[in-house]
């Protein structure tokens, strides 16, 4: 289908774009890898007025390590997490999973900022930031706030985030415990039917298309720091969850998999 007509405007810098979300209010959408956002307007999902592309604002791709933390601007691109050395060294898990994320010329547009703010559960990114115990910088018109990972996401496609906020920058504490990533899907290039991240040998454990947001699974986390069994501590994975049912999985099936890849990512990771 064809998106519904709408303007379109080049930011020139982050401040450029938040003044015109200022401006434009509800009616603007940033477009950024444009990968997520450009299908939903083909389908008419999304709908905006106004596109504000920051996809071109070079000085927000960037990966480098800060004071113990690593620190990426949102307009990074999947393929330049999956090539960092910066991360292969310090958040291997985070380059890793960056090479999962659909085919090649996804992940030469998605940005990372993008994904985060698209807060798709089924996205395999933010369950890894989410595992790595991440922080986001939202700018808006009154100056910059940190977010937690955990209170970003509020429901599906849904975060803190308000009209006239940016995303401008993810960060994550240098990481070089074991981890380990489980994706399961169909064929190499598709989303996850379900996915879990471990990182730190099980101190931080998430969980991809489980619900309405990346989850993270802080009852498997608390059974290993008590001392549980991988096994154990995986039979947990899916209590209280009310996964999605779609044409791939039903909420048993789903289940299933968050217990049996939680428990083959723990082992791999310890
Ligand atoms: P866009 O599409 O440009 O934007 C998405 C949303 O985020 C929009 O609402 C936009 O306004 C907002 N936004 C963008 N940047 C910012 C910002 N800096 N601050 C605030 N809001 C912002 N993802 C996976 O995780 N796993 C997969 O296996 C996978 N497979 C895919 C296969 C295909 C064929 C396609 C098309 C996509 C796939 N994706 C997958 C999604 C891909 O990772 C997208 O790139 C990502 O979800 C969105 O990033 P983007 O930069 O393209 O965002």
Do not use: C
């Not at 990426?72 to 380059?95: Q, Y």
């Not at 790595?132 to 990972?149: F, Y």
């Not at 549980?228 to 789903?254: F, G, K, M």
Request: proline letters at 4%; glycine letters at 10%.
């Amino acid at each position: 289908m064809i998106p519904i007509a709408f303007d379109y405007t080049l930011a020139e810098s982050a401040d450029h774009a938040i003044a015109l979300l200022g401006e434009f209010g509800d009616e603007a959408k940033l477009l950024a890898g444009g990968h997520s956002l450009v299908p939903m307007m083909k389908y008419r999902l999304a709908a905006p007025a106004q596109l504000v592309d920051v996809g071109r604002l070079d000085d927000l791709r960037y990966i480098r390590q800060e004071n113990g933390h690593i620190a990426i601007g949102a307009l990074t691109r999947h393929h330049e997490l999956e090539n960092s050395e910066v991360l292969e060294t310090n958040a291997p898990l985070l380059k890793h999973v960056a090479s999962l994320v659909g085919d090649p010329s996804v992940r030469h547009r998605g940005t990372l900022g993008g994904t985060m703010a698209h807060a798709d559960p089924a996205s395999d990114l933010p369950a890894a930031i989410m595992a790595l115990g991440g922080t986001l910088v939202a700018q808006g018109p009154n100056g910059t706030r940190e977010i937690a990972v955990e209170d970003f996401f509020t429901g599906y496609f849904e975060s803190v985030l308000a009209d006239d906020e940016m995303l401008t920058e993810i960060r994550v504490p240098v990481s070089t415990g074991a981890w380990n990533y489980q994706k399961f899907n169909r064929r190499a290039q598709d989303w996850a039917i379900v996915g879990v991240a471990v990182a730190e040998g099980g101190k931080g454990v998430s969980l991809v298309n489980m619900g309405n947001t990346p989850i993270r699974a802080g009852n498997v986390e608390a059974a290993l720091a008590g001392g549980a069994t991988a096994a154990d501590a995986a039979a947990l994975a899916a209590n209280d969850l009310t996964p999605p049912e779609d044409l791939n999985a039903d909420a048993v099936y789903r289940s299933h998999l968050a217990r049996e890849l939680t428990q083959r990512a723990l082992e791999a990771a310890r």
